[in-house]
């Protein structure tokens, strides 16, 4: 019996010093920037690798009006529909021919091949 007592005694006063700690938060936002810390060593091979290949991979700001010129195919990724510009809400865009639309690149009008993608005619905004 005694030795029963022992048993529950010591389960009992384990389970009050350990419940604080199983109570505690494991991931909080407090504790985010300790576990973040990085030695000097983490810190110079992100410095080197990763840095440098997420500014080469962050698209340039397009300037239609600077960097396009007539003939050159507008790139895909601005063929889209919400480009397109309807031309008979804008007093300085021309009604396009056959096969022809406009579309706004970053405040520019560009006139295209709706067909070849071929840029017709580029209006600065």
């Known amino acids: 019996m ?3 007592m022992k048993a529950i005694v010591l389960s009992i006063s384990t389970a009050l ?3 604080p ?3 505690a938060p494991q991931n909080s936002q407090q504790h985010a920037p300790a576990h973040n810390q990085n030695t000097k060593a983490q810190q110079h091979t992100k410095q080197n690798t ?6 080469q991979n962050k698209k340039k700001a ?3 009006s600077h960097d396009w010129r007539s003939g050159q195919k507008v790139p895909s ?7 397109k510009v ?6 300085k865009l021309s009604k396009p021919g056959k096969n022809q ?7 520019d009008y560009i006139l295209m091949n709706a067909v070849s993608h071929a840029i017709i005619k580029i209006i600065a905004g």
């Open 77 to 83: 990724e601005y063929r889209g529909h919400s480009y």
């Open 86 to 91: 309807d031309h008979t809400k804008y007093k």
């Open 21 to 23: 700690a199983m109570a």
């Open 2 to 4: 005694n030795t029963l």
């Open 50 to 55: 990763p840095v440098k290949n997420q500014s």
């Open 62 to 64: 397009v300037n239609p």
């Open 17 to 19: 010093v350990a419940a």
């Open 101 to 107: 639309q406009w579309i706004k690149v970053n405040g």
